[in-house]
Nanobody
Framework: QVQLRESGGGLVQAGGSLRLSCSAPGAGSIWRITSMGWHRQVPGKRREMVAGIFTDGTTSYADAVKGRFTISRDDDARAIYLQMDGLKPEDTAVYYC?????????????WGRGTQVTVSS
C-alpha cells in the first residue's frame, strides 16, 4: 500500500507560478505501470482531474489548465510533478495526486491531505 504526499502549494499572485510535487518513496515496481493524475477540489464543488500522465508517457489536461500546466513524472524517484504557470484566481483549490484509476469521484478516504493553492487578485 503506497502513501502519497503532496507538497509545493502556497499563496501566489495571479500570473505567478508554483511547482507541485507528489512523492511515493515506498512504491515498488508497480509504480512504473501506474498512470497518475493531479486533481483539485474547491469546497462545495466536485473534485476534478486537471492533468494526467500515463504509463506510455502521454499526458492529458483539462481545458481550464491546458497551455498553463505541465505534468511530468520521475519513475526513479517515484514522483510526479505539476508545473503551474500563469495562475489564475479560479485555480485556487486543494490539489491531490492519485492513480487515474481511482477516479475523481472516489470516496474521500481514498485521498490524502492534498496541498492548498491560493491565487490572489
Amino acid at each position: 500500500q503506497v502513501q502519497l504526499r503532496e507538497s509545493g502549494g502556497g499563496l501566489v499572485q495571479a500570473g505567478g507560478s508554483l511547482r507541485l510535487s507528489c512523492s511515493a518513496p515506498g512504491a515498488g515496481s508497480i509504480w512504473r505501470i501506474t498512470s497518475m493524475g493531479w486533481h483539485r477540489q474547491v469546497p462545495g464543488k466536485r473534485r476534478e482531474m486537471v492533468a494526467g500522465i500515463f504509463t506510455d508517457g502521454t499526458t492529458s489536461y483539462a481545458d481550464a489548465v491546458k497551455g498553463r500546466f505541465t505534468i511530468s513524472r520521475d519513475d526513479d524517484a517515484r514522483a510526479i510533478y505539476l508545473q503551474m504557470d500563469g495562475l489564475k484566481p479560479e485555480d485556487t483549490a486543494v490539489y491531490y495526486c492519485n492513480p487515474t484509476a481511482v477516479g475523481a469521484g472516489a470516496p474521500d478516504d481514498r485521498w490524502g491531505r492534498g496541498t492548498q493553492v491560493t491565487v490572489s487578485s
